[in-house]
């Protein structure tokens, strides 16, 4: 692995010498920290309905202007931050567990381990993932557990294969052998000796794909199937905005503007940490 | 290689196969039954929702549907809608089949060369002012939800401006914007694989040779190093595809194009279940002959690959 | 020049006999008639049928058929072809569509849809252009049915698949082609009884998502829109659009349902009072709907038969209705149990309103449910939902389509399940009173008892809006949608 | 007239903390005909060397002082076109790892025609048939069928011919070959060396031979020039060398590469490991390890001294008797 | 004396190439050696003719095609995983390249107590055993906290040769250990085992390549060609006095530091053959000067040409050139 090769005290000092890197982490940052502190920082409820200043434009009452039942636009983007997050924080967790976990267990084992996980990968990367998640929403009707449940469907595959490439390269590796030499069991090598080990492309990868996921959680709400009232998403205040677009652009503004430099921040990101980690990088 | 070959249609039937059992198995599931949607206000009539089950055969078991829609697909008809009374369901699809791909490989037929060529760009001016823009740009390029490029591109292009027609399907004219709201993410996606891949390989010991025998810069980007990346980047064509087909549900619905996206949409919520399932088999059999064609075309560019498929 | 309109799906069908939905009669009423018609005001007019009158003891209608009339074949109209289409719609195994159930009512029907039968008994015909129906029972409304006339020998001639093929009508416009996804294209009929068209045709062009079709429009590629409610704000904020915009109120109430039999506290009237007095429809249908609406009152639209002008409109008043539920036992809400507002997800942002209004206003824990139409459907018809709104549109131009479905005791579509004894007497007494006015007599008179039981909360009339280009005249927006564009002229 | 001359050369590198001077104070001249063998241990500069005279540096290398003069041009200072027209025709370079130094996607006979056409020395057909012409030199059996193979189908000693039929395609003045053979196994990697002196020989080419291989330099050199820690540390022929070498890491260092030739009991020991590029010390930079060193030398910076006729050390105690190493190696 | 490792007639052979088009490469041929307890048996090749197979067998890292394998007199051959894990005990590993040995995420002081804490060892025990191993070796105990990456090429080694050392095994496998380091600091380490082979009676096997380091180390050398064992013998024996001319080659090739030697090495000619497909008779018979008839159709048997002196060559006995 030639991303093992960096120090923690190099990293930090490439990190910050990396434009990517540091713009990225600072939306993420102020991302994250709005959807923490949403109740905090969200200036009215964002389920307040008030139904004689529907698609009020911004102004003194609403700082950001108010949607089609007359609620406060800037309050539901610090929640659907939250939202989006949550999302996509879950969708994370479920499918590196699940990828991470499967993809270690076909490259170690080979076999038919192997086989199976792999052509189960295929299936479901040969399905569209509108159509999962069609299906999915479909049978668990749409919410925020579908959106979830969708997304985890379609991106696991991916970690799993990329898990089991990068473990296929390393259990090559001679540390590998050698602890196997020592007597080391399985589970153990999988735990310590690789999951550490690919840990850092898992983290540019995860890094860019929470862009994807957000991205595709609005995607679904266009769609019909995300995630539901009255939990605030951004993809959802898109939608609703966007027939509204000339005579209210607010909405759909906002939501756009904040989905789009969230995606852009994750991204940045993920480019920045892959120059960081990659010792062989541009500088 | 012909031994290769049949493996994988039969690797291929399997993936097929799977596809139509889970796709049939999901929409068991599926709340809103189709008759239901059929009868609608009339729901609470009994005895016309038995006669409309018995007409759909949807009274028997279901591993016996299951065979009926799988002989259904044998001779060719994939069963009968249920929005459309007496319909088959390939007079349904037929229509939309080859708009669906036909655009998806328009869009990569474009996206590869462009994101290749921006990949480049930045990649030779790595560290540059021009990089950290191009970056910025392709990373733009993905943010923007493609409904919402779409929505803007028919404001400003067709409604104010006039240039192009605002929907529907047919003339060369009505391509050109559902083929550009389909072509920037993946220009995005493949220019910064480019730009990573190609930094990568200008670390290469054979990039230092052909330097060291004075070939000059431009052909070592393009001749040397630029065939050793796209094998990695065919890699990542059928993920590239599968967005393609995937993004052509929304900018089919909102160009009004009668493609398998749309169709698959309406269908779905229309509780059409045959025609669902035969556009989620179509789907999966254009998303695994692309990846076959990936597979078998590596051979062409990396001669290391075509000596495995032989000898080994 | 040919018309460009668009509809937002696929038509289910276009055959007279199976034909059971909204986008299918959108297509068809431009190429089949009835036997009586509507104007622009939603009146019923005479259109295949001249002149009709009662049997004795109102037990059937002759009908005296129009003569001179063309069928797209260039065959003549006559009494053959209703007895026909009439017999077609109850065969078992036709899928017979919504002129079915109009039926059940003529002496012989049951027979026929159980196979027993192969012509209806009820039907006599007179003379070619003279036919007589007999009835079990009274339906003084049977010439008002919408109930497409086919040619009777189509079949025959072009086999069981012919609709996708020819046109089996007398209307002004022919079916040409539907290329499925794309369009349904109708060509004009230059031998029309009531004049051949000016326009050489009508495309529907299939456009299921309507920001699409509102670019469409603007961009100048169709001359004519029916805007479904999510483009109203957009249409009635533009002033460009001002001159373009056709507004006609629908001819379909929208109603609160409070079902006590699941819930509970809606037994007490007092409850029920206070709901309805909790929501605020002025500011709704401004802020909402943008001005796309009408307060309803009762639950009969204007412009349909029997409409009762002078209804007091349930006032909106926060404080009686915070009494009212105290004195029901319910101070403040508490002791209410929970409930779910249910709906779909295109009327969402509708029952948001109403349930932050309930919380508001009565602390009631309200909660909006979205769930699946059809079975939203399914659950409200087997009364299985508690509290919802939800509309219903006239099928014909009379009162008794509202009042005998929605609230009739043994109506399928009595959702609510509100029931009421007088109610349901007048009702079927309505069926058998062939004076007109009698008849509206006794609809006000149980209209009157369901909004004084406070049975339902009268929410709102929508208001259709429609868009038509300058140059395009002739183009009637009725109560129940476009009348056909016959009349139609392009500049 | 020196062929090559390497004169006061310093490179330093870009990095993230700053600059770090890799090379300092390089001089050597190659003559004409001659084998110069620059030995030294991993990361004592000798790649650096051989790039910074290739002009191969990249972004981040640049020559910061000095000066190289390839019959009497001043490499640095030409235009990059011009650079580009010398490399490769008439300054050639092998490399260590034959495996990953040829284009995997292209025929080999293309590579080796490729310069060339590139600087224009003949057409395509006609550098084809010089292509194989060279293959067949460098003893490449049926040169002109496996002209079509690619280069994952020749083994490791094949491939480094090729890459030697490459370099020497356009008949350079100068080669240079960084550790040509430390890949292969011992019975391809002397084919390869005698291929290469062989060469030599025929066209009589100078060559610039890096290794860290005692035994390589034996065989080959020369003349050869140390490094130690970025700095050339002693300069003898090959001669001067094995019998009297001056500097005390070259006596360490040769004292201590086991022999197949005789039975050791001990191998002598130099303490230590050679210094990063980011932490050279003070003075002598062999000093830590040095038994010799003193007070002296970790303070003053010692030059290149002569010793005798073409040799010379950069060392403060070459005054020392060459008994005193082992005695102070005894304590 | 009685063998602490002993093997017999094993092989070794993968099926390589995708499947359904596969062929069988036989890395390692009838191979029978015996380890002794307290000796270092050095094992000699070119790149690819089976050394690191071999090793990788002798430790139950991979279970033998054929043939059968004792481990202070019991069987190995077949035992299953939890057994082998058990082996570790008595038998250990250095590997070739100091990289790419040491995962790079962990610490020293944990990579060193890998093996112990797989004995089920206590914490303090293992933390006073690594402190005393890391003495042995010569590592300052200050760097039980640092990852790899912070140490030199030789340095890495010796945390290599600490792992290894840990569990106090009877036989340790090094793999090339030293053939990725620089001169002065592969004299270092070779010294530093010399040292441990002293004062632990540790036995090595020493996999290399480099017939130098051999002679300086090993007791006894075998000699391997394309998978199979030409030569046996005392080090002092085979490097004086090579049976089989390969082994000469071998030795001639070998450029040595010495201006005498210059221009009188003796080349043999042609490319090492692939295992995937060995010439028939000897494997050494198209690039060997005294090949005849007998060489291209039987291969030669290992058999002693004198006393602990084994050759497998139709004309051991003729006087090389
Ligand atoms: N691109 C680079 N950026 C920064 N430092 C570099 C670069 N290339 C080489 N160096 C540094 O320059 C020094 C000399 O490296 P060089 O590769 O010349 O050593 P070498 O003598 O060839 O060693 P080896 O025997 O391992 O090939 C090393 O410390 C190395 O880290
Ligand atoms: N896991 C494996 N699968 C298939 N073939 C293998 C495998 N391991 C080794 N081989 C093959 O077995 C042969 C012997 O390999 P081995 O690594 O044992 O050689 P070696 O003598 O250690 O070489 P080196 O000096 O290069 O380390 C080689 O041809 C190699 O390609
Ligand atoms: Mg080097
Ligand atoms: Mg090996």
């Known amino acids: ?283 | 290689m012909p031994g290769y070959i049949a493996r994988r249609i039969g690797g291929l039937l399997f993936i097929w196969f799977v596809a139509v059992l889970i796709s049939f198995a999901a929409l068991q599931f599926v709340p809103g039954d189709p008759i239901l949607v059929l009868l609608s206000d009339q729901s609470g009539d009994a005895a016309l929702e038995a006669r409309l089950r018995a007409d759909y055969g949807l009274d028997r078991s279901l591993p016996l549907q299951f065979i009926d829609y799988i002989g259904s697909i044998a001779d060719g008809s994939f069963g009968l809608s249920y929005r459309f009374a007496g319909r088959e369901v390939i007079e349904i699809i037929e229509g939309g089949m080859w708009i669906t791909p036909l655009l998806a490989i328009t869009a990569l037929v474009i996206a590869v060369p462009l994101g290749v060529f921006l990949g480049i760009a930045a990649a030779t001016r790595a560290g540059q002012l021009a990089d950290t823009a191009i970056i910025l740009l392709l990373v733009c390029g993905i943010s923007i939800p493609n409904f919402a490029l779409a929505t803007t591109l028919v404001w400003l292009l067709s409604i104010k401006a006039g240039l192009l027609p605002v929907a529907g399907w047919g003339s060369f004219s009505q391509m050109i914007l559902p083929v550009v709201v389909l072509t920037v993410p993946p220009v995005a996606y493949i220019a910064r694989l480019t730009r990573s891949y190609m930094l990568e390989v200008f670390e290469k010991d054979y990039i230092r040779t052909a330097r060291a025998k004075g070939v000059r810069d431009r052909l070592v980007v393009w001749r040397h190093a630029l065939r050793n990346t796209l094998v990695p980047l065919l890699t990542s064509i059928g993920i590239i595809f599968g967005g393609l087909l995937s993004g052509s549900f929304v900018v089919e619905t909102i160009f009004n194009i009668p493609g398998l996206g749309r169709i698959a949409i309406e269908s779905i919520f229309a509780r059409d279940y045959p025609v669902t399932m035969s556009v989620v088999l179509l789907f999966t059999v254009f998303y695994s002959l692309i990846n076959l064609a990936v597979d078998l075309s590596y051979a062409l560019i990396d001669p290391r690959i075509r000596l495995q498929g032989q000898s080994a | 020049a040919d018309l460009r309109t668009t509809i937002p799906a696929d038509p289910a069908m276009v055959d007279p006999i199976t034909y059971s939905e909204l986008v299918a009669g959108d297509v068809m009423g431009n190429i089949y008639e009835s036997l009586t018609g509507l104007d622009a005001e939603g009146n019923v007019v005479p259109m295949l049928a001249e002149s009709w009158e009662p049997l004795e003891g109102n037990l059937g209608f002759r009908f005296n058929l129009r003569q001179g009339v063309k069928f797209h074949s260039g065959r003549e109209f006559g009494a053959k072809d209703v007895k026909y289409t009439f017999e077609q719609l109850l065969t078992p195994g036709m899928k017979g569509g919504l002129g079915a159930r109009y039926l059940d009512v003529i002496v012989g029907a049951e027979a026929v849809k159980d196979g027993s039968a192969a012509e209806l008994e009820g039907i006599t015909i007179v003379d070619d252009h003279t036919i007589e129906i007999a009835f079990t029972k009274p339906d003084v409304l049977f010439p008002v049915y919408p109930i497409y006339i086919m040619d009777a020998g189509i079949v025959d001639e072009h086999g069981p698949d012919w609709a996708s093929k020819v046109s089996a009508g007398t209307g002004p416009f022919t079916f040409a082609s539907w290329n499925l996804g794309q369009s349904v294209e109708l060509d004009a009929f230059a031998d029309y009884w009531g004049g051949a068209p000016a326009i050489d045709g009508v495309d529907f062009l299939v456009v299921p998502d309507a920001n699409t079709a509102m670019s469409m429009y603007e961009a100048g590629e169709i001359d004519l829109l029916y805007a479904p409610p999510t483009l109203n704000r957009r249409i009635l904020t533009d002033e460009a659009l001002a001159d373009e915009t056709l507004r006609v109120p629908a001819a379909q109430i929208r109603y609160l349902g409070m079902n006590e039999n699941v819930y509970e506290p809606f037994k007490d009237i007092n409850v029920r009072m206070a709901v309805c007095m909790s929501i605020d429809k002025e500011a709704m249908i401004e802020g909402l709907f943008s001005g796309a609406a009408l307060p309803l009152n009762g639950q009969v639209t204007e412009g349909v038969a029997g409409y009762n002008p002078v209804l007091e409109p349930i006032p909106y008043d926060p404080e009686a209705a915070k009494a009212l539920l105290a004195e029901a036992g319910y101070p403040d809400g508490e002791g209410l149990p929970p409930v779910k507002l249910s709906t779909t997800e295109p009327n969402k942002n509708e029952h948001i309103y109403y349930a932050s209004q309930f919380q508001e206003v009565l602390n009631m824990p309200v909660e909006v449910e979205i769930v699946e139409r059809a079975t939203h459907i399914k659950a409200m018809n087997g009364g299985e939902v508690p509290f919802f709104a939800w509309g219903w549109s006239a099928g014909y131009p009379d009162a008794l389509y509202f009042l005998s479905q929605v609230w009739y005791g043994p109506s399928p579509y009595n959702r609510s399940r509100w029931q009421d004894d007088e109610f349901d007497a007048l009702i079927e007494q309505a069926f058998e009173t062939v004076d007109n006015a009698e008849r509206y007599k006794l609809y006000n008179a149980a209209e009157k008892i369901l909004i004084d039981d406070y049975g339902t909360c009268p929410l709102t009339v929508r208001m259709q809006v429609a868009l038509v280009k300058p140059g395009v005249e002739g183009v009637s927006l009725s109560p129940f949608r476009f009348l056909p564009f016959g009349d139609v002229t392009i500049q | 007239m020196a062929l090559l001359e390497v004169d006061g050369m310093s490179v330093t590198f870009k990095g993230l903390r700053g600059s770090i001077e890799v090379l300092r104070d390089v001089s050597f001249v190659v003559e004409p005909g001659e084998v110069v063998a620059l030995v030294g241990e991993s990361g004592s500069g000798k790649s650096v060397t051989s790039l910074a005279i290739m002009g191969l540096l990249g972004k981040a290398g640049a020559l910061s002082s000095g000066v190289i003069r390839f019959e009497d041009t001043d490499l640095a200072s030409l235009p990059p076109a011009t650079r580009r027209d010398i490399r490769g025709r008439d300054l050639a370079m092998i490399f260590q790892e034959p495996g990953t130094c040829l284009n995997p996607v292209y025929r080999v006979g293309f590579q080796i025609a490729e310069a060339l056409v590139e600087h224009g020395l003949c057409d395509g057909a006609e550098a084809e048939r010089r292509a194989i012409s060279l293959m067949e030199r460098v003893g490449i059996p049926a040169a002109s069928e496996r002209f079509r193979d690619y280069p994952h189908q020749f083994s490791g000693g094949m491939k480094q011919r090729i890459m030697i039929a490459m370099a020497l395609a356009c008949n350079p003045r100068l080669l240079i070959a960084d550790e040509p053979t430390t890949a292969l196994d011992v019975t391809i990697q002397a084919q390869i060396l005698n291929l290469i002196l062989d060469l030599q020989r025929e066209r009589s080419m100078a060559t610039l031979l890096i290794t860290h291989d005692m035994g390589v330099v034996a065989q080959m050199a020369d003349r050869v020039v140390v490094m130690y820690a970025g700095e050339v540390v002693e300069t003898a022929t090959a001669q001067q060398l094995f019998t009297a070498p001056a500097h005390p890491y070259t006596r360490l260092l040769l004292r201590s590469i086991p022999t197949a030739r005789v039975k050791q009991d001990a191998l002598p020991l130099i303490d230590g490991t050679t210094p990063p590029a980011t932490d050279f010390p003070q003075g002598c930079r062999f000093h830590p390890r040095c038994p010799l060193a003193t007070r002296e030398c970790a303070e003053t910076k010692p030059d290149l001294t002569s010793v005798a006729t073409c040799q010379a050390a950069r060392c403060l105690r070459l005054d020392l008797p060459a008994e005193a190493l082992e005695e102070a190696m005894a304590i | 004396m009685t063998a602490l490792l002993q093997l017999s007639g094993v092989s070794k052979t993968f099926r390589v190439g995708a499947a359904g088009r596969q062929t069988d490469l036989r890395a390692v041929r009838d191979v029978s050696l015996d380890v002794h307890p307290g000796e270092t048996l050095a094992v000699v090749g070119e790149s690819g003719c089976g050394k690191t197979t071999l090793g990788r067998v002798m430790l139950r890292l991979t279970p033998p095609s054929a043939g059968t394998l004792r481990f202070d007199g019991v069987d190995i051959t077949n035992i299953d995983a939890k057994a082998r894990r058990e082996l570790a005990r008595d038998m250990q590993i250095v590997f070739q390249d100091p990289y790419s040995a040491l995962n790079p995420r962990m610490k020293v002081a944990d990579i060193i107590a890998e093996p112990l804490v797989n004995l089920g060892m206590s914490r303090a025990q293992v933390r006073e055993r690594v402190a005393r191993v890391m003495e042995t070796v010569r590592l300052p105990i200050a760097f039980a906290d640092r990852y790899p990456h912070a140490f030199s090429g030789g340095q890495r080694q010796r945390i290599g040769i600490a792992r290894a050392l840990a569990v106090e095994p009877r036989l340790i496998v090094c793999d090339e250990a030293v053939s990725a380091l620089d001169v002065s600091v592969q004299a270092q380490i070779l010294t530093l085992l010399k040292q441990i082979r002293a004062d632990t009676g540790v036995a090595l096997v020493f996999i290399s390549h480099n017939l130098g380091v051999v002679r300086f180390l090993a007791h006894r050398v075998a000699v391997m060609y394309l998978g199979s064992v030409v030569e046996v013998a005392d080090s002092e024996a085979l490097f004086t006095a090579p049976r089989h001319p390969y082994t000469a080659a071998l030795l001639d090739a070998i450029p040595e530091p010495d201006l005498s030697m210059r221009g009188k090495r003796r080349v043999i000619e042609g490319d090492i053959p692939s295992p995937l497909d060995p010439p028939p008779g000897c494997a050494f018979h198209r690039r060997c000067p005294l090949a005849g008839d007998i060489c291209r159709k039987e291969p030669p048997p290992l058999e002693a040409k004198a006393a602990g002196h084994e050759a497998a060559c139709h004309f051991a006995e003729t006087e090389l050139p």
């Not at chain 1, 434009?57 to 610090?78: E, I």
């Not at chain 1, 270690?104 to 569209?128: E, H, K, N, Q, Y």
């Not at chain 1, 000796?193 to 794909?209: D, E, K, Q, Y």
């Not at chain 1, 480019?271 to 062989?280: E, I, Q």
Request: proline content about 6%; charged content about 15%.
């Open chain 1, 1 to 283: 692995m030639t991303t093992a090769a960096i120090s923690r005290s190099d990293f930090w000092l490439r990190f910050s010498h990396s434009k990517n890197a540091v713009i990225g982490a600072i939306i993420v940052t102020i991302v994250t920290l709005a959807a923490i502190f949403a109740p905090v920082l969200a200036p009215q409820d964002p389920g307040k309905v008030s139904i004689l200043f529907t698609w009020e434009p911004p102004g003194d009452r609403y700082t950001l202007g108010a949607d089609a039942l007359g609620r406060d636009v800037l309050s539901r983007l610090v929640w659907g931050a939250r939202v989006s997050l949550l999302v996509a924080f879950s969708v994370l967790s479920i499918t590196l567990v699940i990828g991470v976990t499967l993809g270690m267990i076909a490259a170690w084992s080979r076999g038919w381990p192997d086989s199976l996980i792999m052509r189960t990968v295929d299936v479901v990367f040969a399905f569209p993932e509108v159509i999962i998640a069609l299906l999915i929403a479909a049978v668990l009707g749409p919410g925020t557990l579908t959106v979830i449940v969708a997304l985890s469907m379609v991106w696991w595959p991916g970690i799993a294969r990329m898990t089991r490439s990068l473990v296929l390269s390393l259990r090559e590796e001679l540390f590998v052998e050698a602890a196997v030499a020592c007597g080391t069991p399985p589970w153990k090598i999988m735990w310590k000796h690789f999951l550490p080990n690919i840990i850092s492309p898992l983290i540019v990868r995860a890094s860019i794909g929470v862009g994807f996921i957000i991205m595709a959680e609005a995607t679904l709400s266009f769609l019909g199937i995300g995630v539901q009232e009255p939990m605030p998403t951004w993809g959802g205040m898109i939608r609703d905005g966007l027939p509204e677009l000339r005579s209210d652009p607010h909405l759909a503004l906002a939501a756009s503007a904040s989905l789009g430099i969230t995606m852009i921040g994750f991204n940045l990101l993920g480019d920045g940490l892959r120059d960081v980690l990659d010792p062989k990088g541009a500088r």
